[in-house]
């Protein structure tokens, strides 16, 4: 049987998650030629003998080989699908333990000088920092959270889920619009976990938290198209951001029921 070969993008990735350029061939060389010696392994994929057992016991290791204890040993792909779950839940207990550590020890310097320090409106650079923004805000919420979700953002709704399922249990008053676009799936989630309304013609979103914080999502620049927001919780731009949501909130439509608890959208 030939060598496989993957994509460049593939292989990209791999190294992202953490192989070497020698684990991608010695992996992909098993692929195509599982149950075998690792002097085969290293023919097949030129990886030097002088290099072969390191390897593949760092394959071994990191999730994507496994060996027959025999003599002579012989080394067993995984599947990729276990071993990238492995990987998930290496990195997520890794990711932990030192977000536990650091956070022991840096936010009580950042509380120190917070309030003296902060800026009263921060601009928000990039998706993903967007949306631990607002994740950060929602945790923080104690009484009511208010969201608008503009059509743009609809496909990304169920990351924060799980912060919506936090707020909620803990007795939080959250109403969300969305547009009326929405995917039932979607809006059937949204509306287990707060009062739903949808609405057409939103460009705009936010997040509202307990009506003194409030984060403007203002969707891409024209120059590089990256994602922008504003966070702030100037006491005046909050209240204006809450009066506005309120009028939104009183022209738009609840979501029709079916059998499933949601049906198509009503345009408001």
């Not at 967007?130 to 994740?135: D, H, S």
């Not at 979700?149 to 939080?172: D, F, M, Q, R, W």
């Amino acid at each position: 049987m030939p060598q496989l070969s993957v994509s460049e993008k593939t292989r990209r990735i791999l190294q992202d998650l953490g192989l070497t350029d020698y684990e991608i061939k010695g992996y992909i060389s098993l692929l195509s030629h599982p149950s075998v010696q690792a002097s085969e392994v290293s023919k097949d994929s030129d990886v030097p003998v002088s290099k072969i057992y390191e390897v593949l016991a760092n394959l071994e290791r990191k999730g994507w080989v496994e060996s027959q204890h025999s003599r002579p040993t012989k080394y067993f792909p995984k599947s990729p699908s276990t071993a990238l779950q492995a990987l998930r839940l290496r990195m997520e207990a890794e990711l932990k333990a030192n977000e536990d550590h650091l956070l022991s020890e840096l936010m009580p310097m950042y509380e120190q000088k917070e309030t003296q320090e902060r800026p009263d409106i921060w601009i928000i650079r990039g998706d993903y920092n967007i949306l631990a923004k607002i994740t950060e805000s929602i945790d923080r919420c104690k009484r009511e959270l208010l969201v608008v979700i503009p059509p743009a953002l609809n496909s990304v709704v169920e990351l924060v889920i799980p912060a919506l399922t936090n707020v909620k249990a803990a007795g939080v008053n959250v109403r969300i619009l969305m547009s009326g676009d929405v995917n039932e799936r979607s809006a059937s989630k949204i509306s287990s976990l707060a009062d739903l309304r949808l609405k057409e013609n939103m460009f705009g979103g936010g997040v509202i938290v307990d009506a003194n914080e409030v984060i403007l999502l203002l969707g891409r620049s024209s120059e590089n198209r990256e994602s922008l927001a504003i966070w702030s919780d100037h006491a005046g731009l909050a209240s204006f951001a809450k009066n506005y949501f309120e009028f939104l909130w009183t022209e738009a439509g609840l979501p029709p029921k079916t059998s499933s608890g949601l049906g198509s959208v009503v345009n408001s």
